[in-house]
């Protein structure tokens, strides 16, 4: 019986870790691009990279964040005013998993009357809502609506830009996949919601259903309880193994 109890808290241990991990970790590459005759492919670009990860902090870290290295006709970053000043320009910038979230970007060209191509690949799960704001016209891209933006740099100056991300409660779960639609976005790790196939093609009986929502139910109470989990199947199987 107690072989049993500790290979239960063991599997739940481990269901909640790959969940936790699905809900978490997502990300967005954003790239903002300009003709260039000093460039091989006669395109000069900077891609930015942001999203959320497990081990993020909410300063700078060396392992997921890296610094921009500003050089050609444009200049795209992700800035960070309260970071020490050799840390406030980034190319990727990863936080911890809370929503909704901010990202502050700012594209300078050196080049007036230029085009500026703005594009995206979003890895993320159907639920969450990606919106990206021209702080100077405020026109809002719906970002999983639309592939790309482009503008025109009418001067020098620096233009800014607002990227956020937030749940969206109102995800229709039955004629989507698991993944956010449009942008040129990819499926998200298989995070997603459960789908149902209706009565002609639904396996579950009735009394897996109920088993189905229990579970379902039960989740953010066990992701509550992970740690205190570990520790006593931790202790479980240390004491089976003194026995033995």
Request: glycine content about 6%; hydrophobic content about 35%.
């Amino acid at each position: 019986m107690k072989k049993i109890i500790v290979s239960i808290l063991l599997s739940i241990t481990i269901i909640l870790t790959g969940t936790i991990r699905c809900l978490a970790a997502w990300h967005v590459d954003i790239e903002f691009s300009t003709p260039s005759l000093n460039s091989d492919s006669g395109v000069a670009s900077n891609k930015l990279s942001l999203g959320t990860d497990l081990a993020a902090t909410s300063g700078y870290d060396n392992t997921l964040d890296t610094i921009a290295l500003l050089n050609g006709p444009i200049h795209a970053y992700l800035i960070h005013s309260e970071y020490n000043q050799d840390y406030q320009r980034l190319w990727r910038d990863f936080r911890n998993e809370h929503l909704p979230q901010e990202w502050e970007i700012e594209v300078a060209t050196s080049s007036v009357d230029q085009p500026v191509k703005v594009t995206w690949q979003i890895n993320a799960p159907q639920n969450l809502s990606f919106n990206l704001i021209n702080t100077e016209s405020n026109q809002d891209i719906v970002m999983s609506s639309v592939t790309e933006y482009s503008y025109s740099s009418t001067d020098t100056t620096t233009k800014r830009f607002l990227l956020k991300v937030s749940e969206n409660t109102n995800a229709d779960t039955n004629n989507q996949d698991s993944s956010v639609n449009g942008g040129g976005s990819s499926k998200g790790g298989g995070c997603g919601y459960i789908k149902s196939g209706g009565d002609k093609n639904n396996n579950i009986n009735g009394n897996g259903q109920v088993v189905l929502n229990m579970i379902i139910t039960m989740i953010p109470v066990l992701l509550s309880l992970q740690y205190r989990i570990k520790r006593h199947a931790y202790a479980a199987w240390k004491i089976l193994n003194n026995r033995r």
